[in-house]
């Protein structure tokens, strides 16, 4: 069947009339409505249907492998520091919607810690009838003397952002009863957090408070114990076309203050902050990241900043004190500056010194800076971390700021001063530093910084490392640069073999994400491991035919990410969007240039901006990939801004209403781009039901298109609870990877195994 012309947006060339742009017609927009019972029939049917392609003998077992690395019980249990207590969320075979518990610190250090559990959560959903998703706890801080107790647990009816805070206690193990005046907030996109004991701010879109057109809260309000949302006094409003509205307070001792941010963009927001019971907007441009540490106030601008004549360029981190700069100071001083290497990823606070986590080519580098000392190529002098090794991800980060430093000083001959054993470290500048590789198992490592003669010291311990779920040492990492369309040189990672045969004839994986400033950096996955690089057949067939050996994994550093900083995302943004889609096709072409696979052996992979990357390697260059496969995506960008949260996707893409825009934005539209008479390469797509961020209904409309126009080899499936990340527990998160690689390996290695 052949889809009829007016179902594409004009060709090339042609311009519309100034103003907003019509909209092609959509011969499936019957399948926006979520939830019709119509709808979801069509995604029944296509589900048994992919079910019966991909889910044989061979699949199963993967997925059995899969489940196994997931639910593995000797993985790191990652843990943060409130008090007196070490915090984790667990997940395993047994407990598949997870434990919050909590431990010591001498029994965490111990390797087989005695774990207090607070909340199980499969537990909860049984007795409650509700199949919650736990997405994280905030604490009440105590008072002096006083332990952590009282906490707003964040829990997901479905796994979609939307969520429900409740009161808990963590000593009795109960939940407030609202009854008495426990606070319970109904389920809703926004955030809350504690003003005090008794009162609660909070910007949320329940009780029919306003949202914004991206379907995020437009006010927050100061809740009293006891109050309704819709009765409490608004604090904070913003317009209904910006992105959203946050409040929080900061109530570290010394330094309690309350900010209100008005995100007008995903890139541009003001933050306020309260003073003398009226907000007074931080004086800096909308499109610089601001964060607060007791007396300092950082600055990192996504655009050159322009300052009294000075230029900061954008990706810099600047300092001033707090209320100098409230008071009209403009003075900064200029913590790091980027070079065309090397860019800043996150920062972090110990009590007394700021840790910069850095990539120099993709490959992580730390910096410990210290406020008393100046330097000589920042004004804060910094010593590097020596704990960075090549091709690796290592990222520093404060175990408890407010904790008691203790001694930060030498002691007196240069030395460091021992921590006696069997003692936790004085916590206020402890770090913990965890690195990983695509080879390398995660490591968590903690760390205690003091200053010495020669600059600050650091004496590390390492606390846990990640099993090996697959022979790594059979393989190695290398990292290549393509070159784009434009000249630009473009980085990406490849895990292979230590003997691969530069024959083309490898099954390639190609990830990419490009967007947002995301960076793709170097990760350990025991999944991709198992499913993908010792991937075989028992198929009976010559040693240097695809069925006998594994797959090879790439991993595309494109434009948009943040791998160089803002410059490098904003190279691909909006009318420049192409730019992205060029040097993912360059590193493909690269790939099979090099002799490492060909068209018929490379597939590529990618989720939410991701699907919309790979939507384009569809739709674009089908010519070069063997297979795709298309998660939870952007692909109808006529409509995305109607759809879900796509509203607040503005600044990253475009707005498709202005006609102008739709001009550049519909030749990266794959909904829109689709043609008769094209090899379309074998395509999987999928997404789930209660994606409250994307949404399941571009991906329903690509695919029942595709299938309309009579394009073989297309299949959909869409899981019915999971949210933006298609899986709410490990068992959802195995069955997803495992289509998706079974999918993938089918396609490009052969179907002699099926």
């Known amino acids: 069947m052949t889809t009829t012309a007016a179902a594409h947006p004009p060709a090339s060339g042609a311009a519309f009339p100034s103003g907003k742009a019509p909209e092609p017609t959509d011969e499936n927009i019957w399948l926006e409505e979520i939830y019709g019972e119509e709808q979801l029939a069509w995604v029944r049917e296509q589900n048994a249907r992919t079910e019966d392609l991909l889910e044989d003998a061979d699949y199963a077992a993967l997925e059995s492998r899969i489940l196994e690395v997931l639910d593995s019980t000797d993985k790191i249990a990652m843990v943060g520091k409130h008090g007196d207590w070490y915090y984790n969320f667990w997940r395993d075979g047994k407990n598949p919607k997870g434990l919050w518990r909590r431990t010591t610190w001498e029994s965490y250090r111990s390797g087989s810690p005695e774990w207090d559990v607070l909340l199980d959560v499969d537990a909860l959903a049984a007795a409650e009838g509700e199949e919650w998703v736990f997405h994280g706890a905030n604490f009440l801080r105590p008072a002096p003397g006083e332990a952590h107790r009282l906490a707003l647990l964040a829990l997901s009816p479905d796994g979609g952002d939307a969520n429900r805070y409740r009161e808990f206690d963590v000593e009795t193990r109960t939940f407030a009863d609202p009854a008495s005046g426990g606070f319970d907030l109904p389920t809703a996109k926004g955030n809350a957090s504690w003003l005090d004991r008794d009162t609660l701010l909070v910007a949320t879109t329940a009780e029919e408070l306003p949202m914004t057109s991206s379907s995020y809260a437009r006010t927050a309000v100061r809740l009293p114990r006891g109050g309704s949302l819709s009765k409490a006094e608004r604090i904070f409003e913003i317009p209904e076309d910006h992105m959203m509205a946050l409040v929080a307070h900061d109530s570290t001792p010394g330094y309690e203050r309350t900010f209100a941010m008005d995100w007008i963009s995903f890139f541009n927001k003001n933050t306020s902050v309260l003073q003398d019971g009226s907000w007074v907007v931080i004086d800096a441009p909308t499109d610089v990241n601001l964060s607060v540490h007791r007396e300092w106030l950082l600055f990192r601008p996504q655009g050159d900043w322009h300052v009294n004549g000075t230029t900061y360029g954008a990706g810099s981190l600047l300092a001033a004190k707090f209320d100098d700069y409230l008071a009209g100071s403009s003075e900064l001083a200029v913590l790091f500056t980027p070079d065309a290497r090397t860019s800043l990823q996150s920062w972090s606070w110990t009590r007394n010194f700021l840790l910069l986590n850095l990539l120099q080519d993709v490959s992580s580098e730390i910096r410990v800076l210290d406020p008393e000392r100046p330097g000589t190529d920042s004004a804060w002098a910094f010593t590097l971390l020596d704990a960075c090794p090549p091709l690796h991800d290592v990222n520093a980060y404060a175990v408890d700021d407010e904790d008691d430093a203790g001694d930060s000083e030498d002691d007196g001959t240069g030395g460091i001063v021992p921590v006696p054993e069997g003692e936790a470290p004085g916590a206020g500048n402890d770090f913990w530093l965890v690195a990983t590789g695509f080879t390398t198992p995660s490591t968590l490592t903690r760390g205690t910084l003091r200053r010495s003669g020669e600059g600050v010291v650091s004496e590390h311990e390492v606390i846990r490392t990640s099993p090996s779920y697959f022979d790594d040492s059979a393989y190695e990492v290398q990292q290549h640069f393509a070159v784009s369309d434009d000249g630009t040189r473009v980085p990406y990672f490849q895990v292979a073999s230590k003997d691969l045969v530069l024959d083309g004839q490898n099954p390639t994986q190609l990830s990419g994400y490009g967007g947002f400033e995301v960076s793709r950096t170097p ?193 959909f499936h869409e899981a019915l609870e999971g949210g933006h990340a298609g899986a709410s527990d490990n068992r959802q998160a195995a069955a997803l990877q495992s289509r998706s690689q079974h999918f993938l390996w089918r396609s490009l290695a052969g179907r002699s195994e099926g």
């Open 523 to 715: 990760s350990y996955s025991g999944a991709i491991g198992r499913a993908w690089l010792e991937r075989r057949t028992d198929a009976a067939t010559d040693e240097t035919d695809a069925h006998t050996r594994g797959g090879v994994y790439v991993v595309a550093n494109i434009r948009g990410g943040g791998e160089y900083g803002p410059s490098w995302h904003r190279a691909a943004l909006q009318e420049k969007r192409h730019r992205a889609y060029e040097d993912f096709a360059a590193v493909a072409r690269d790939l099979v240039s090099r002799g490492v696979t060909s068209r018929e052996r490379l597939g590529c992979v990618g989720g939410s901006n991701g699907g919309l990357l790979v939507g384009n390697m569809l739709t674009r260059y089908p010519e070069l990939f063997g297979a795709v496969s298309c998660g939870v995506p952007l692909l109808d960008m006529r409509r995305y801004t109607k759809l879900s949260a796509g509203y607040s996707w503005i600044a990253e893409y475009g707005d498709p209403d202005v006609a102008e825009e739709w001009e550049f934005i519909r030749t990266f539209s794959p909904y829109h781009l689709l043609r008769d008479g094209v090899e379309y390469p074998e395509t999987f797509i999928w997404t789930a039901t209660s994606d409250d961020r994307v949404g399941p209904v571009q991906a329903r409309k690509m695919a029942a298109r595709m299938q309309a126009m009579g394009i073989p080899n297309v299949w």
